[in-house]
C-alpha cells in the first residue's frame, strides 16, 4: 500500500461547480499535512496547511481527521484558473516530505 | 532572488552515457531533494542533504549518486544512464521540517529537467 494515496482523476467540472478531493495516509507518525499545486509541465507549489481545526483560504478549505488518516480539499466556485494536479503531502517522523501521486482537476468553461 | 533553479532543462543521453544534474538554491535552506516524478507515480525521493557535507538515500536511490559540498548547491550524478531513468527530476529546498511556525514546512521547487535515456 502506498503511503499516501489519492483518487487520480481527472475530475472535470463546469465552471462556478463546487469539486472535493481526498486523501489517505498509512504512517500514523505523519505530523504535518499540506496541498500542493502542479501545473501541466510546471513545479509543484503549496498551495497550503492543513492543520488539526481545518483551515480556509479564500476558496479552498482543507480537513484533516487524524483518526481516520485522512486530508480533504474542496474548491467552491472553479475557475479555469483551477485547472491543474493537486497533490496531497505529508511529512512523516523522519522528518521527509511524501507526495501522494496526485488529482488532475479540468474546469470546464 | 531567483529561489531554486536547475541546469539543464531537457537532455537526452544514450544508454551507459554519464551526466550530473545542478541545483542551486539562494534562500540559504538547510534541507536540499532530489525527486523524480513519472506519471501515474507522483513524486519520488532518489536523495536529500541535510545540510553541507552530508547526503542520505530516499526511496529510490539506485543508479544514482548526490553531493552537497555547498550549502547553496546539490548535484545530482547517474554514472550509466538507463532508459528506466527517463523522466522529470526536481530539485527541492526547504528549511528543516517540523520547526515551529508553518513557513518553515514549505518545499520550494526548480522548474524541472526532463532527461530521456535512449
Known amino acids: 500500500r502506498k503511503e499516501v494515496e489519492q483518487d487520480p482523476g481527472p475530475f472535470n467540472v463546469p465552471e462556478g461547480a463546487t469539486v472535493a478531493f481526498n486523501c489517505t495516509y498509512s504512517?500514523?507518525?505523519?505530523?504535518?499535512f499540506f496541498w500542493y499545486r502542479q501545473d501541466c509541465r510546471k513545479e509543484p507549489k503549496l498551495l497550503m496547511s492543513?492543520?488539526?481545526s481545518g483551515n480556509e483560504d479564500g476558496r479552498f478549505t482543507a480537513q484533516l481527521n487524524r483518526a481516520s488518516q485522512y486530508i480533504s480539499l474542496l474548491i467552491r466556485d472553479s475557475k479555469l484558473s483551477d485547472s491543474a494536479t493537486y497533490l496531497c503531502v505529508v511529512i512523516n517522523y523522519g522528518q521527509n516530505f511524501v507526495f501522494g501521486p496526485g488529482t488532475r482537476l479540468s474546469v470546464l468553461p | 532572488n531567483a529561489g531554486v533553479t536547475q541546469t539543464p532543462k531537457f537532455r537526452v543521453l544514450k544508454t551507459g552515457q554519464s551526466m550530473t544534474l545542478l541545483c542551486a538554491q539562494d534562500m540559504n535552506h538547510e534541507y536540499m531533494y532530489w525527486y523524480r516524478q513519472d506519471p501515474g507515480m507522483g513524486l519520488r525521493l532518489i536523495h536529500y542533504?541535510?545540510?553541507?557535507?552530508?547526503?542520505a538515500k530516499g526511496e529510490v536511490p539506485d543508479g544514482y549518486n548526490v553531493s552537497r559540498l555547498k550549502k547553496q548547491n546539490f548535484l545530482l550524478g547517474l554514472e550509466s544512464a538507463a532508459p528506466s531513468q527517463t523522466s522529470v527530476y526536481f530539485c527541492?529546498?526547504?528549511?528543516?521540517?517540523?520547526?515551529?511556525?508553518?513557513?518553515?514546512?514549505?518545499?520550494?521547487f526548480g522548474p524541472g529537467t526532463r532527461l530521456t535515456v535512449l
Open positions: 504512517n500514523s507518525a505523519s505530523q504535518s
Open positions: 492543513v492543520y488539526s
Open positions: 527541492a529546498s526547504s528549511y528543516a521540517p517540523l520547526l515551529a511556525g508553518s513557513s518553515y514546512n514549505e518545499q520550494f
Open positions: 542533504s541535510v545540510g553541507e557535507g552530508t547526503t
